[in-house]
């Protein structure tokens, strides 16, 4: 079989990342058909940051897609850890947000973060639940 050919991630990291910078530091946006700077800045970084999921699955796994199913970790055990760490922090991260930050960040990104960090905690408990506890007994 041929080696298959990592797909290009780049365009997708760059567009996400100016994408990110205007909604954190730039704050530009039209007021769109909802006649909502906000919401259509809140649009434009949604947007970003699934443009990074997007670069971030490439780089990771070599290929297009976006779920990571755990055939595709190399090291589930290790893995799972790290990421219920990173799942942790972002929930931390999203209460720092939302609540002494909140002046200097857009309204919703303590939520937008916190669903960010339950999807991490709820990635990594089904990969520990899966190698542990429920693994299939060969």
């Known amino acids: ?65 976006l779920i990571p199913w755990m055939d595709l970790w190399k090291d589930p055990s ?12 972002t929930i931390a991260l999203a209460w720092l947000t939302g609540n002494p930050l909140q002046d200097h960040m857009p309204d919703p990104a303590g939520l937008v973060l916190t669903l960010i960090g339950l999807l991490m905690v709820l990635q990594a408990v089904y990969v520990m639940l899966s190698i542990g506890p429920l693994a299939d007994q060969e």
């Open 78 to 89: 290790g893995s799972s850890r790290k990421l219920l760490g990173v799942g942790i922090v």
């Open 1 to 65: 079989m041929a080696e298959q050919v990592a797909p290009e991630w780049r365009p997708h990291a760059v567009l996400g990342a100016l994408m990110m910078l205007d909604t954190l530091l730039i704050d530009f946006a039209p007021a769109g058909p909802w006649d909502s700077e906000s919401f259509t800045l809140g649009v434009i970084g949604l947007t970003g940051l699934a443009l990074l999921y997007v670069a971030w699955y490439r780089v990771t796994f070599k290929r297009k897609g």
